[in-house]
């Protein structure tokens, strides 16, 4: 018997969080991608309202990072009055990185890094009451990835993609180098053990699922 997939666009800032919710949405199952909306993160962010009105006509898929800014929930309010019920909006603390990490034993194999030089998850407040797991950095964790982390792993191979060149914010071959595991290796059971934000975004796209059925 054939089951009617539901039709979502996927909108992110770059083409690693796009793959990241391709895959949490495949995690889920039963979801078809009618486009992947191109966009920066700074054009995602003042064309929050457009995602929001796109959503009525099939859901909106959104994945931002919370960068910065100390609380997810004040950051969505700050982008977005109004929110569709279809527009599934997510913010991944502090960056969706974070979450790659998340998956402490998967990331460390498929990256040849000791476990025991992987981050580790800690209780944090987001402004509500009750603290939440998130994975623990003193700096933003895609800094963390391309200028410490790695440099630990036994792959001179992996050293060189993602190692950024001078003035450079990312590896010459990021992309290259971390999709495969997005892709094929990132457990996301193992993840959102570590990353609230994560378990989140995979309740509102279950909750979609159920009420789109």
Same mark, same amino acid.
């Given at each position: 018997m054939k089951i009617n997939k539901i039709e979502v666009y996927v909108v992110g800032e770059d083409d690693v969080t796009k793959a990241i919710i391709k895959r949490i949405l495949n995690y889920s199952n039963n979801f078809e991608v009618i486009s992947e909306i191109p966009a920066r993160g700074g054009q995602v962010k003042s064309q929050i309202e457009q995602y929001n009105k796109l959503s009525e006509t099939s859901?909106?898929? @959104?994945?931002?990072?919370?960068? !910065? !800014?100390?609380?997810?929930?004040?950051?969505?309010?700050? @982008?977005?009055?109004?929110? !569709?019920?279809?527009?599934?909006?997510?913010?991944?603390?502090?960056?969706? +990185?974070?979450? @790659?990490?998340?998956?402490? +034993?998967?990331f460390a194999e498929y990256f040849k890094i000791k476990l025991e030089d992987m981050p580790v998850a800690c209780q944090t407040k987001q402004g509500g009451r009750k603290p939440l797991i998130e994975m623990n950095f003193s700096v933003k964790s895609s800094w963390f990835l391309t200028h410490e982390l790695i440099k630990k792993s036994k792959s001179s191979e992996f050293i060189q993609q993602l190692t950024p060149k001078p003035n450079a914010a990312k590896g010459p071959e990021y992309n290259i180098c971390i999709l495969p595991f997005i892709e094929n290796k990132w457990n996301i059971d193992n993840a959102k053990q570590n990353s609230d934000s994560l378990g989140r975004m995979i309740t509102r796209i279950n909750n979609l699922l159920t009420r789109k059925k």
């Open positions: 859901p909106v898929i @959104l994945l931002i990072d919370l960068d !910065n !800014n100390d609380c997810a929930p004040q950051l969505l309010q700050q @982008l977005i009055s109004a929110k !569709n019920d279809d527009f599934i909006f997510n913010i991944a603390v502090d960056e969706t +990185e974070a979450w @790659l990490m998340a998956d402490r +034993e998967g």
